[in-house]
Nanobody, 121 residues
Framework: QVQLVESGGGLVQAGGSLRLSCKASGSIFNINDMGWYRQAPGKQRELVAVIPSGGQINYADSVKGRFTISRDNTKNVLYLQMNSLETEDTAVYYC???????????????WGQGTQVTVSS
């Protein structure tokens, strides 16, 4: 079994910063793409940023220049540094990862349970 567990959410004033973490654990042979998504009330889940195991990082236009995604492959941890937060960033943030549990198994997509980020004005 594989689990993704997010942490670091909370309440912050506009202009402030938060750092989210997502720890992958369980039966892990290799992790490919990892990413952050968010879902605001009444809206569809949207991509925030994705970081491949090798290759170009992509950000949603709305967070470019404010958010930074990174990963520690030695610890299987994904991060999202969020600066200059705006009220529009209020959402539940989910991490996502494509993981192989064994050499022979295919990549499967896993989701964390989500962490609430609330930005007040």
């Amino acid at each position: 079994q594989v689990q993704l567990v997010e942490s670091g959410g909370g309440l912050v004033q506009a202009g402030g910063s938060l750092r989210l973490s997502c720890k992958a654990s369980g039966s892990i042979f290799n992790i490919n793409d990892m990413g952050w998504y968010r879902q605001a009330p009444g809206k569809q889940r949207e991509l925030v940023a994705v970081i491949p195991s090798g290759g170009q990082i992509n950000y949603a236009d709305s967070v470019k220049g404010r958010f930074t995604i990174s990963r520690d492959n030695t610890k299987n941890v994904l991060y999202l540094q969020m600066n200059s937060l705006e009220t529009e960033d209020t959402a539940v943030y989910y991490c996502n990862a494509a993981i192989k549990s064994t050499f022979a198994s295919p990549y499967r997509t896993y989701w964390g349970q989500g962490t609430q980020v609330t930005v007040s004005s």
